[in-house]
């Protein structure tokens, strides 16, 4: 006689109950599961050393190819740190070029030395009592072989498993493993698992440390949206905030040609002066892009309104959350409006208890100038837009 099919499922499960290695499994979930939730309160915990940072551009990373030590001694000095320090911000996100790091770690090339002098810098900031983001950040053509090659996603989990473990006899509490600067990943499925890889990788050499985590391409609020939580539960997430474009990147010369040619753009948006403002915009297509930042009314709210969308998604998720790029160009922006749109960014992310680390110390968006003589001048209203005191 046949038993009906659910007879033999109740027949199954039962037998499954009974086998001597399905309790130890459970277990094994149960722990795993329990392991998750102590990380996630660490998480928690570690985030509060990262409420208020400056990023130091320029000095690791993003330098034509010059890391030489004159190059790493004099863009950003010790004195620099003190005076971030100062400032009241609590932490630093330190920027590292991914080619001069792997060059340093096999030994060879002009830079060889490059890991020592980080290694200066990492404790420099840990020495005036600041946290350190190690933010990897890449240029092209490495992020391109990253997106396009399996054997570049190789050498990058290769080049996270060596930085990690370098890094980890340094405080869990106060240096922060950052995976990778806006991977420029468009295929979010494809930057999960590259991400889950890196992260496993850092898990294994460091057990202790918290790791930054980010969404594909640009890191942006939507790129965080579509984001699924790592399995591992010690991680914060992070997103970069510079929307709307057309306003925090007018006059700048690394994107569309149309912002080189903007200049004075309001915040908030103007109706009376964008319709003069958008004659400077010589193609049509491009004006029209423009016009849409003065059509949507950004403003504090508006601002606000987009800053609660990532809130929600940290909450949902039960995951700890940081802004750790926002800023304005200041090249051709009114300075009061740059001023305004930092104050709005700034209080938008405090409302959520988002901490934020502004984009950056002493280039084009900084918190200060050089002067003549390489000496950073800080800009009070900045501070005061931060809500810093000078």
Not at 240 to 248: G, K, L, R, S, V
Request: glycine content about 6%.
């Amino acid at each position: 006689m046949r038993l009906p099919r659910i007879f033999l499922f109740v027949a199954a499960v039962l037998l499954l109950l009974f086998l001597p290695g399905f309790s130890q499994s459970g277990s094994a979930q149960s722990s795993s599961a329990q392991s998750c939730e102590e990380g996630v309160k660490t998480a928690f915990a570690r985030v509060q050393h990262l409420r208020r940072g400056i990023n130091v551009s320029h000095w690791f990373s993003q330098s034509a190819g010059d890391y030489s030590a004159h190059h790493t001694e004099t863009e950003t000095t010790p004195e620099d740190i003190q005076t971030i320090a100062s400032l009241g911000f609590d932490h630093v996100r330190l920027s590292i070029d991914a080619t001069p790091l792997e060059q340093s770690f096999a030994g060879y090339g002009p830079n060889a030395d490059f890991v020592a002098r980080l290694d200066k810098a990492v404790d420099e900031i840990l020495g005036a009592g600041m946290a350190v983001e190690i933010d990897l950040h890449p240029e092209e053509p490495y992020k391109l072989a990253v997106r396009t090659q399996g054997d570049a996603v190789d050498k990058l989990v290769a080049l996270w498993r060596k930085l990690a473990a370098h890094y980890a006899n340094r405080d869990p509490e106060r240096v922060f493993f950052e995976v990778m600067n806006e991977p420029e990943v468009n295929d979010p499925y494809r930057w999960a698992g590259i991400q889950a890889r890196v992260a496993a990788a850092i898990r294994e050499v460091a057990p202790q440390h918290t790791i930054i985590a980010t969404g594909a391409n640009w890191s942006d609020i939507q790129d965080l949206l579509a984001l699924h939580p790592l399995p591992d539960g010690n991680v914060i997430y992070n997103f970069h905030d510079y929307d709307p474009h057309e306003f925090t990147h007018q006059g700048a010369s690394w994107g569309p040609v149309y912002w080189t040619e903007e200049k004075a753009i309001p915040y908030p948006s103007d109706e009376a002066v964008m319709a003069d403002r958008l004659k400077q915009i010589s193609d049509q297509a491009a004006r029209y892009r423009v016009k849409g930042y003065w059509l949507d009314h950004w403003d504090e709210h508006r601002i606000r309104l987009m800053i609660d969308s990532a809130a929600e998604w940290a909450g949902a998720n039960h995951v700890p959350l940081i802004c750790n790029e926002f800023g304005v160009y200041q090249k051709v922006a009114e300075p009061a409006d740059r001023l305004r749109w930092i104050h709005d960014m700034r209080t938008a992310l405090e409302a959520d208890g988002i901490g934020w680390a502004m984009w950056d110390y002493h280039n084009g968006f900084g918190v200060a100038v050089k002067d003549k003589d390489g000496k950073s001048v800080v800009d009070p209203g900045t501070v005061e837009a931060l809500g810093l005191k000078k």
